[in-house]
T-cell receptor, first 112, second 112 residues
Framework: DTEVTQTPKHLVMGMTNKKSLKCEQH?????MYWYKQKAKKPPELMFV???????INESVPSRFSPECPNSSLLNLHLHALQPEDSALYLC???????????FGSGTRLTVV | SQQGEEDPQALSIQEGENATMNCSYK?????LQWYRQNSGRGLVHLIL?????REKHSGRLRVTLDTSKKSSSLLITASRAADTASYFC????????????FGGGTRVLVKP
């Protein structure tokens, strides 16, 4: 299996909702990442997990809460989001210190 | 912050022509990677070039790296309509905490 699977593909949520984005890989990668991408912009790093521990938080607001329950799964819990948080959320994985990331297809999030 | 800047921002060519895009970056790098993104979905890793390499090939792709000028180029030869996508360079640099940082991207349109 050489894929990163993200669910759901699309999500519409209200500003008072709580939702979660899920990411799964079975390539044995021990580094996993969340990126946020606005339209016609490059992906921006949010969080990095290395060996299931949070190693980088790019000063992301606390309404985004990452979780890495095991080496194959990465979640992003969302609460009290703002309309400006609407974006494509991309998950990626790689070997720790390795080269080349494998990206999922992303979750298109709309906050209303 | 963006490490890489890409040029041009957009490129329109006829099928069969070559497409060249450039990436400039600011700090010393461990490696530079190129990714393709179709229609705002996931990114696909195309090729990685290390700081001690000057040129790499993969199929119809040719990447060069000039560390003295802090720049890289991606050449797609004999383009096809299916090459229509956004192309991003991304740098892995110690100064950036070994995080993968993306440039602004080049939108390529290949007309049949």
């Amino acid at each position: 299996d050489t894929e990163v699977t993200q669910t759901p593909k699309h999500l519409v949520m209200g500003m008072t909702n709580k939702k979660s984005l899920k990411c799964e890989q079975h390539m044995g990668h021990r580094a996993m990442y969340w990126y946020k991408q606005k339209a016609k912009k490059p992906p921006e790093l949010m969080f990095v997990y290395s060996y299931e521990k949070l190693s980088i938080n790019e000063s992301v607001p606390s309404r985004f809460s990452p979780e890495c329950p095991n080496s194959s799964l990465l979640n992003l819990h969302l609460h009290a989001l703002q309309p400006e948080d609407s974006a494509l959320y991309l998950c990626a994985s790689s070997q720790v210190g390795g080269d080349g990331y494998t990206f999922g297809s992303g979750t298109r999030l709309t906050v209303v | 912050s963006q490490q890489g800047e890409e040029d041009p921002q957009a490129l329109s060519i006829q099928e069969g022509e070559n497409a060249t895009m450039n990436c400039s970056y600011k700090t010393s790098i461990n490696n530079l990677q190129w990714y393709r993104q179709n229609s705002g979905r996931g990114l696909v890793h195309l090729i990685l070039i290390r700081s001690n390499e000057r040129e790499k090939h993969s199929g119809r792709l040719r990447v060069t790296l000039d560390t003295s000028k802090k720049s890289s180029s991606l050449l797609i030869t004999a383009s096809r309509a299916a090459d229509t996508a956004s192309y991003f360079c991304a740098t892995d640099a110690e100064a950036a905490g070994n995080k993968l940082t993306f440039g602004g991207g080049t939108r390529v349109l290949v007309k049949p």
